[in-house]
């Protein structure tokens, strides 16, 4: 059973464009819900977390939105580059358990 | 970088050999995961350890043992190596008390 459901699993977006990943979950215990970077031949990245605490949180180009009732987050990354070309998971975890989305991959065209 | 080693980072095996790969953390993280990564399924948990000879199973550990005989070591076990786990294995690291999990760089194994 998937924990952490990811969708879409493709997306191409135009340079400048906003590229929007969503996530959902079920299990009211998880407390923090990472997202990952990965470029090809190298290792999932720590891109941008939050805590259930808070519904937005923002770093540069990449906003996470929270939404706790509905059990659902994604992630947004404005004005996307080409160099943003990746695949990204989300994740949640309880404890020092962690949970991964099945992955999107992300190409922006220029 | 999270200060992560994995090695080897890629390795050709037959069937039916015994393949380990070894990870190697500088940071002094408690926990210590290995995961594989398979095309429409993401990350999955293989073992994890939570202290040295402190393991337990993921929800693939079918086929794998680990050991962890220090603290910077944990140790990922083929036994008999299947085409089935042909695979990217990472290894991660956290320091535990809900921090995050880091990375390494990854194996590449391919069972023939």
């Known amino acids: 059973q998937q924990q952490v459901k990811q969708s879409p699993q493709s997306l191409i977006v135009q340079k400048g464009g906003i590229s929007i990943i969503n996530c959902a979950y079920e299990?009211?215990?998880?407390?923090?819900f990472p997202w990952y970077q990965q470029f090809p031949g190298k290792g999932p990245a720590l891109l941008i977390a939050?805590?259930?605490?808070?519904s937005e949180k923002k770093e540069g180009r990449f906003t996470i939105s929270f939404n706790k009732s509905a059990k659902q987050f994604s992630l947004h990354i404005m004005d996307s580059q080409p160099g943003d070309s990746a695949t990204y998971f989300c994740?949640?975890?309880?404890?020092?358990?962690?949970?991964f989305g099945t992955g999107t991959s992300l190409t922006v065209i220029p | 970088d999270a200060g992560i080693t994995q090695s080897p980072r890629h390795k050709v095996t037959e069937t039916g050999t015994p393949v380990t790969l070894r990870c190697h953390q500088t940071?002094?993280?408690?926990?210590m995961y290995w995961y594989r990564q398979d095309p429409g399924h993401g990350l999955r948990l293989i073992h994890y350890?939570?202290?040295?000879?402190?393991?337990d199973k993921g929800e693939v550990s079918d086929g794998y043992s680990v050991s962890r005989s220090k603290t910077e070591d944990f140790l990922l076990t083929l036994e008999s190596a299947t085409s089935s786990q042909t695979s990217v294995y990472f290894c991660?690291?956290?320091?535990?008390?809900?921090?995050?999990?880091?990375f390494g760089e990854g194996s590449w194994l391919t069972v023939v």
């Open positions: 940071e002094n993280h408690r926990y």
């Open positions: 939050i805590r259930p605490d808070v």
């Open positions: 994740a949640a975890s309880t404890g020092n358990q962690f949970y």
């Open positions: 991660a690291i956290s320091g535990g008390g809900g921090n995050t999990i880091y």
């Open positions: 350890s939570y202290g040295v000879k402190d393991t």
């Open positions: 299990n009211t215990a998880f407390d923090y």
